[in-house]
């Protein structure tokens, strides 16, 4: 009984101390997935055969908002000028355009790249099960019951065929069938409320607008990273200080600040403390200084004696934001 009450309590002070951790937010710019798609920069949208979700809007809105250092990657043609040119040219139309009408218009409009596309229709099933309740058969609970309560799960889900078509080269950049779905619960006697399928649809609509929009462009991923807070050699009264005004500065985004009080500590432990070494790569890192962040986790991983995951992890996760960071800038000057 005393080993599981020091178990709970080892388990309690874990859970404490990984709440108390301090993390710090980077932003780091991740390159295309389709590298061809950043040669296209000027797009008309087509509009797409059974859209009945907006999908083509929605990913019309998400390539006009799609901006890099607030400047905009894409431009793009008015949808109305296509429909006019199909109309005018009495081009048949079905939504998902084949390519020699594609580049006929695009030819036409001076697009670079059509995005056409089909939506299926929204998938919709209810199932009904039941569940298992126990309730007390008198105010003491001496004696208790099981019954059963009817519920209902729901299945959403929608599909869309997406391509980029390049109007020079006459041929397909990217295609994809893109599949979402979504499953929920609900009780007689819970308080939650099935979701209406009008309103899931156009979510899963949302999600694969991002998605699509998202493989085509360079963009900011966002993520956060764990300082290290906690001494890993003896360290003086002074060299504490030093450390919790450093952190507290990070907090702060007052970078140039914490970086003055880490060189500090990493003076006044005789460039011994792994722990100065890594913040001061995380503070590099936040400010998009990779090599500069990578050459001081290499000197954080240098000083380590046993595996610390922080500083493994930065090492591999420094290494892949340079690559991607020099990817995505090729494509921007391209």
């Known amino acids: 009984m005393q080993v599981l009450k020091w178990l709970i309590l080892a388990f309690l002070l874990t859970v404490f101390l990984a709440g108390c951790s301090h993390r710090v937010a980077i932003r780091a710019l991740e390159p295309a997935e389709i590298d061809r798609a950043t040669l296209t920069r000027k797009i008309s949208v087509t509009n797409f055969e059974n859209d009945s979700v907006g999908l083509s809007n929605k990913i019309e809105t998400k390539i006009i908002s799609k901006k890099i250092d607030d400047k905009s990657y894409f431009t793009l043609i008015s949808r109305k000028d296509f429909d006019k040119i199909i109309s005018e040219q009495k081009i048949q139309n079905s939504g998902l355009v084949d390519i020699s009408t594609a580049v006929e218009v695009g030819n036409i409009l001076g697009a670079e790249a059509i995005i056409s596309g089909g939506v299926g229709r929204v998938a919709f099933n209810d199932t009904t099960y039941y569940e298992r309740r126990i309730?007390?058969?008198?105010?003491?609970?001496?004696?208790?019951?099981?019954?059963?309560?009817?519920?209902?799960?729901?299945?959403?889900?929608?599909?869309?065929?997406?391509?980029?078509?390049?109007?020079?080269?006459?041929?397909?950049?990217?295609?994809?069938?893109?599949?979402?779905?979504?499953?929920?619960?609900?009780?007689v006697d819970d308080s939650r409320s099935l979701p209406s399928v009008e309103i899931v649809a156009q979510n899963l609509a949302n999600i694969i607008a991002d998605e699509f929009t998202s493989k085509l462009t360079p963009h900011y991923r966002y993520f956060e990273v764990t300082l290290l807070d906690t001494p890993d050699i003896k360290y003086t009264s002074k060299d504490k200080?030093?450390?919790?005004?450093?952190?507290?500065?990070?907090?702060?985004?007052?970078?140039?600040?914490?970086?003055?009080?880490?060189?500090?500590l990493i003076d006044s432990t005789n460039k011994k403390s792994y722990v100065a070494f890594y913040n001061l790569g995380v503070v590099k890192e936040a400010e998009g200084n990779y090599q500069e962040a990578k050459e001081y986790y290499?000197?954080?991983?240098?000083?380590?004696?046993?595996?610390?995951?922080?500083?493994?992890?930065?090492?591999?996760?420094?290494?892949?934001?340079?690559?991607?960071?020099?990817?995505?800038?090729?494509?921007?000057?391209?």
């Not at 929608?158 to 929920?184: C, H, P, Q, V």
């Not at 005004?245 to 060189?263: H, M, N």
């Not at 046993?306 to 494509?331: D, G, Y």
């Open 298 to 334: 290499k000197m954080a991983d240098d000083l380590m004696i046993k595996p610390v995951e922080e500083i493994s992890s930065a090492t591999l996760r420094i290494e892949e934001l340079i690559k991607k960071h020099n990817r995505a800038t090729q494509q921007l000057n391209q």
């Open 241 to 264: 200080e030093l450390l919790e005004v450093s952190i507290e500065y990070i907090k702060q985004d007052r970078y140039d600040k914490a970086q003055k009080f880490l060189i500090d």
């Open 135 to 187: 309730r007390c058969n008198d105010k003491k609970c001496k004696s208790v019951s099981e019954y059963s309560v009817r519920c209902i799960k729901r299945n959403i889900g929608l599909s869309a065929d997406l391509r980029m078509i390049d109007i020079a080269k006459g041929d397909i950049i990217y295609a994809n069938t893109f599949n979402k779905s979504g499953e929920w619960s609900h009780c």
